[in-house]
């Protein structure tokens, strides 16, 4: 659904439980006790009904005895009853519910669905939220509401822990009230009827008390949606998230790739890292609570011995991450601090004996240099410093920097006790130098995934021109004619269209005529069946013209026995490997169950490496991404990779944007695809396509490109300027406007005094998904190439498209001129076309200039109290959003 009335869940003023029976230690009971300890301000309210038990409920349920109307209700209750208690709170004014499990009830499958929608049909004409069925509860320290079965009350912290196992939160809250870290909020979301992981999210993404967000689940129901919610969460507030691979998560006979890859790909596009085990959540919650932002991945590694440090090192660089390498001054200051002989270097071991302030002292060192990025601390048991003297050093040093410093404490009882000072001193402890490094590099990918995160394919090719229509005219021929898989000429007319060479192979009548085009070709060849397009009976790596025969008869043999029907007469050949000798790869497309289109890549005839896969759309910078994570190039002759990773990172580019214009191409394969430094060669085709009751395109896609279709190009008073959506570069042109503007321009637009705007607030304008907002800014270049942004334009949809929420700002030295009135349409045109249902605005009584404009454009104005409310009904059924 949306976000709407969620405030009522997280803030409410008023909280009832409503149960039924008396079971002592039953949901209620805890519940209420909870609630009662937790320190709420609000009444809590207990609905009962006119019977022996102390809760009661059913067709004699009486909410209407409470003096109070709750803002938030809490059920514990038969499901087959919750239905009539949402509608009776409904219609009393309550907005949320929490619908807890169904304690000794026994219900078909059917029975639970039926239940399920009661609920919410109850629900939704009163705007009612509901989080559940068999929900734990929710809890939000700041307002003391404790409304959750929760064994412990968490602390208040700045992380947020959201879950769909409520033995998970339980474990967490246990867990960090042992590290004294707390939560902004807990939700434990259990079966998502109606509000779901995007939902908290969205609330969650713009919560003032909330700075880092880690989240345990298994399944996103709505890509769309998910996606959507997932990537503006992160865009100002780090996202970890932990998702259990699931056990039916098996690579099937039609997919060329597994769910979770799936879900890891997704989540790595969304900004988001991702954890395997509780260990590792439980350690997310405490770096997310005490870790700064980190500027670089250079590490610095410092122990009192070799031995540690280097176990340290190793593992940093196993797994991808870069030790710092020490400035001259740094080490010429560390050398006076050592007293030895050798020159410092990293990792650095410092004497056994060196005393706790002069640990602090190397720290001072290291930190100040500007070419260290963080640093770890090793530490073991030493008779000539107590460990929680070294930790007490450390943390002075901690506090004196903005640079993280990771320790770790290796021992037992002694290090046990290190670690706790540390923690209390607010710095990361850790008991192994592998949990250190994990954590660290946990923090490092989450810096690498936003840079994914800020990526905006377009819609529209840039980087070349396909030729739609003769792409559409190959497919159009194969549905017209009833077919599914593309004839090897339509397939690579289609191909073909989008740049992709199609190598075709060579075809021979007898054995001895494969031998002598084998000759031409230059051995090693492959060698298939002329007749056989869609069963793929290959014969590889055939070396000398022995092999080809045996090769033939075994390929004879193989289609009389799985194919009786194929009529063998000829035979295809083909290079086994490209010219550029790199191996044969496999690229294709293939739709997930959850996540639409999935393009993968691999080796050639499905290897012994799982596939890589990534979710379209694609640039340059997100293909290159895609082709590292497979290190299928990582072999590749070191003059020619630039070349080789070019021309495979086109040919993904390429396969993206078909996937965009062409919505019948439902599955490809090109296996294999030999890579030259001129381009790829599709060496075999299977293109899959389907009728389309309409037209898709990237809306079946689980990411919207930046819609680069909204671009205009308008002269406007002589002046060439370029309307278009925001992009994340147009940062500093917006902070520059926003400068730019007169005191009183400031003030109609923001509602008060605003010259500059927080570099978090700017991200958040710059980096919008483009599902639910969409800025048109108005860019002129001057001689140089120096853009500057004269204007801006701006709506925020609800995920239902009911409504959207517009605002405008034009550059002060160019009001008057009609700038704002082009915006504005082009803006209300977009909205149209999205099927928003109502666009509205509020402005200062006094901005008369923009009541006019609205006026003029249609609007419905309604004047409040130092406000006007700007109304514009675009449709009287919102088109729900793609």
């Known amino acids: 659904m949306t976000v709407r009335n969620l405030d009522f869940l997280f803030h409410p003023r008023a909280v009832a439980v409503v149960a039924e029976g008396g079971h002592p230690g039953c949901y209620a009971d805890v519940v209420l006790r909870n609630l009662e300890g937790g320190g709420f301000k609000g009444p809590i309210l207990r609905a009962r009904a006119k019977k022996q038990s102390l809760f009661g409920l059913g067709a004699h349920m009486h909410v209407s005895e409470l003096e109070t109307v709750p803002d938030l209700a809490i059920i514990c209750a038969q499901l087959r009853d919750v239905a009539g208690v949402v509608a009776e709170l409904g219609e009393r004014g309550t907005r949320a519910v929490i619908v807890g499990p ?50 412990v009350m968490a602390r208040r912290g700045r992380v947020a822990l959201v879950v769909q196992s409520a033995a998970i939160a339980a474990a967490a809250l246990d867990r960090a009230a042992s590290k004294g870290i707390g939560f902004s909020a807990v939700v434990h979301l259990a079966a998502g009827l109606d509000i779901d992981l995007a939902d908290v999210l969205d609330w969650l993404a713009e919560d003032p008390e909330t700075e880092a967000i880690l989240v345990q689940f298994e399944a996103a129901p709505a890509a769309r949606k998910f996606m959507s919610a997932a990537r503006a969460a992160a865009r100002n507030k780090p996202v970890v998230a932990m998702r259990g691979e699931r056990l039916d998560n098996r690579e099937g006979k039609d997919l060329p790739f597994r769910g979770d890859d799936v879900y890891d790909t997704a989540l790595r596009r969304a900004g988001w890292i991702r954890i395997d085990t509780l260990e590792a959540l439980f350690d997310a919650a405490e770096a997310m609570a005490r870790a700064r932002p980190l500027r670089g991945e250079r590490l610095a590694i410092v122990g009192n011995g070799q031995g540690l440090g280097r176990i340290a090192a190793g593992t940093l660089l196993k797994h991808g991450g870069r030790l710092a390498k020490l400035a001259p001054e740094t080490a010429k200051q560390l050398a006076g601090l050592m007293r030895t002989g050798t020159a410092p270097g990293n990792p650095l071991a410092l004497p056994p004996d060196l005393a706790p302030e002069n640990w602090t002292a190397a720290l001072d060192a290291l930190v100040a240099d500007k070419d260290i990025d963080a640093v770890l601390t090793v530490y073991s048991p030493s008779p000539f410093a107590f460990g929680n003297e070294v930790a007490m050093a450390i943390g002075a040093a901690a506090k004196r920097t903005a640079k993280n410093i990771f320790t770790c404490w290796v021992g037992g009882g002694t290090m046990q006790e290190a670690q706790q000072v540390a923690a209390s001193q607010g710095v990361l402890a850790h008991d192994s130098p592998e949990t250190a490094i994990r954590i660290f590099l946990g923090i490092v990918n989450y810096e690498r995934n936003r840079e994914l995160l800020l990526q905006m394919p377009p819609s529209v090719a840039e980087e070349f021109v396909p030729d739609i229509e003769r792409a559409r005219a190959a497919v159009g021929e194969a549905l017209d004619a009833g077919a599914q898989l593309l004839a090897p000429r339509a397939a690579r007319e289609l191909l073909l269209a989008y740049g992709i060479e199609s190598g075709e192979a060579a075809p021979a009548r007898s054995i001895d005529e494969a031998i002598t085009v084998a000759d031409a070709i230059g051995y090693p060849v492959d060698l298939a069946l002329a007749n056989d397009v869609e069963h793929g009976l290959v014969a590889r790596e055939l070396r000398s013209p022995e092999d080809i025969r045996i090769a033939t008869r075994g390929l004879r043999a193989r289609a009389r026995a799985e194919l009786p029907g194929l009529r063998v007469g000829a035979y295809r050949l083909r290079p086994s490997a490209a010219r550029s000798g790199m191996p044969a790869l496999r690229l294709g497309v293939a739709d997930d169950a959850v996540f639409g289109p999935v393009i993968y890549i691999g080796e050639a005839g499905g290897g012994k490496r799982r596939n890589s896969v990534a979710l379209p759309p694609l640039n340059r910078r997100l293909a290159m991404d895609l082709i590292a994570r497979g290190g299928l190039l990582r072999e590749a002759d070191e003059a020619a990779r630039e070349a080789l990773e070019t021309a495979l990172a086109t040919a993904l580019v390429r396969l993206s944007q078909l996937l965009t214009d062409i919505d019948e191409v ?139 929420e517009f605002a405008i700002l034009v550059a002060s030295d160019v009001k008057g001129g009609g700038l704002g009135r082009r915006l504005m349409e082009s803006l209300i045109d977009c909205a149209r076309k999205r099927g928003i249902g109502v666009l509205r605005g509020e402005t200062l009584s006094e901005n008369t200039r923009m009541q006019d404009l609205a006026r003029k454009l249609g609007f419905e104005l309604k004047t409040g109290p130092g406000v006007v409310e700007m109304r514009l009904p675009l449709h009287s059924t919102p088109v729900p959003a793609a």
């Open 102 to 151: 169904s304690l000794h009830e026994s219900l078909s499958e059917a029975q639970v669905a039926e239940a399920r929608k009661a609920i919410l049909d109850a629900a939704r004409p009163r705007l009612v939220r509901v989080l559940g069925p068999g929900s734990g509860g929710l809890v939000v320290p700041s307002c003391g509401l404790n409304a959750s079965v929760a064994p």
């Open 666 to 804: 439902t599955a490809i394969e090109l296996d294999p695809i030999h890579v030259e430094t001129g381009g790829v060669v599709a060496r075999e085709r299977h293109i899959h396509v389907e009728k389309r009751g309409r037209r898709l395109g990237f809306r079946r896609f689980a990411i919207r490109p930046y819609p680069k279709e909204l671009e205009q190009h308008v002269d406007w008073h002589g002046r060439q300027l370029l309307i278009r959506p925001i992009r994340p570069e147009d940062e500093t042109t917006l902070a520059d406007l926003i400068a730019s503007l007169d005191p009183e321009d400031s003030r109609m637009r923001f509602f008060g005094a605003m010259r500059k705007l927080p570099r978090s607030q700017l991200a958040r304008f710059t980096q919008i998904d483009y599902d639910r907002e969409i800025a048109l800014v108005a860019i002129e270049r001057d001689a140089d190439g120096i853009e500057r942004s004269l204007g801006e334009a701006r709506m925020v949809a609800d995920p239902d498209n009911a409504a959207a």
